[in-house]
């Protein structure tokens, strides 16, 4: 496990989606509260400054179904910082995440299919807000950039995005943009030196050409001076190898941090693996996890997980 200190659009329409998607749900002030409801779980996180209030929203799974889509919005008085998707259950035909990426600065939009092989399934949304001591979640959500970029159309496409300059990545997220048979995403995570944010999908067992976005999620390192106070982010990373079926891994955040969102990506050079689950929390909560499957054919390869951090300074 390595962690890797931070040097310093395009969005979707949704409107009918976000009009409904969001959880309704309260914050909390304790270290680690969790609160539970029918629909949701939040779980609230701090850094050992106090400048960082983190808030990891879990939103209700959807009705089970061969093409998912859902969203889930950060609570009020939060600011969007990242986010996540999990299919539910393990099976052999199972569900394929094909989007998890930012909306817009409060709502988190995720999407999967099954492929080839029918299977209903259900989806979930995972949102992660911030908010920052003598600051307005207005004043923030001001602060907060999402950029994007997509990738040239091809049967495996990969893009790159870059953060403005000077500023702290805090999480990002994939889309693939398929219309035909349908690409699944194989990756979504941050660049070695935390300035950007990398995403990648490929189609399977049937051709199709398309192309794929990368979202990459930032903010100003000294927060244009607003508060008196600075942001640095981490990555800590975990790996798993499987030699065929579900691959998981996860690793825990650095203590004195608070948790931000998740990057996973499923390695493959032959049949392929893809991507099922990218959860911002883990066993330990403070942390991330990652889910890969091969498909139809097997196909043994490392699932990869960054769980992103931030901390005040």
């Not at 976000?18 to 680690?32: F, I, K, M």
């Not at 805090?170 to 995570?189: E, P």
Request: proline share 4%.
């Amino acid at each position: 496990m390595r962690v890797l200190p931070s040097n310093i659009g395009f969005v979707f329409l949704l409107s009918a989606l976000l009009s409904v998607a969001g959880c309704a749900g309260n914050a909390v002030s304790d270290e680690t509260v969790e609160s539970q409801s029918a629909a949701l779980t939040s779980v609230d996180y701090y850094d050992s400054t106090g400048l960082v209030h983190i808030q990891v929203k879990t939103c209700d799974w959807t009705a089970a179904a061969e093409h998912n889509v859902t969203a889930c919005t950060v609570n009020p008085g939060f600011v969007l910082v990242g986010g996540g998707a999990e299919v539910e259950n393990s099976a052999s035909g199972g569900g394929l995440l094909t989007k998890s990426f930012p909306a817009n600065n409060t709502t988190w939009f995720a999407a999967s299919k099954d492929h080839v092989v029918a299977y209903a399934h259900r989806l979930r949304a995972y949102a992660v807000g911030m908010a920052l001591q003598n600051m307005t979640s207005t004043a923030l959500s001001s602060l907060v950039t999402i950029t994007s970029a997509t990738s040239s159309a091809g049967h495996a496409p990969s893009v790159q995005v870059n953060a403005p300059n000077f500023n702290v990545v805090l999480s990002g997220g994939a889309a693939s943009n398929a219309s035909g048979a349908g690409q699944l995403l194989t990756g979504s995570f941050p660049s070695s030196d935390l300035l950007s944010w990398t995403a990648s999908s490929k189609d399977h067992e049937v051709s199709d050409i398309a192309t794929v976005t990368a979202f990459v999620i930032s903010v100003p390192v000294c927060l244009n001076n607003v508060v008196p106070h600075c942001l640095l982010t981490s990555a800590q990373i975990g790996s798993g190898f499987v030699p065929t079926g579900y691959g998981v891994a996860a690793a825990n955040t650095t203590g004195g941090w608070a948790p931000l969102g998740v990057g996973g990506r499923a390695q493959w050079n032959g049949n392929g693996r893809l991507l099922t689950d990218l959860i911002p929390s883990n066993a330990a909560g403070r942390g991330a996890t990652a889910y890969s499957k091969d498909h139809i054919h097997a196909e043994g390869n490392e699932t990869d997980v960054w769980a992103m951090s931030v901390q005040g300074f």
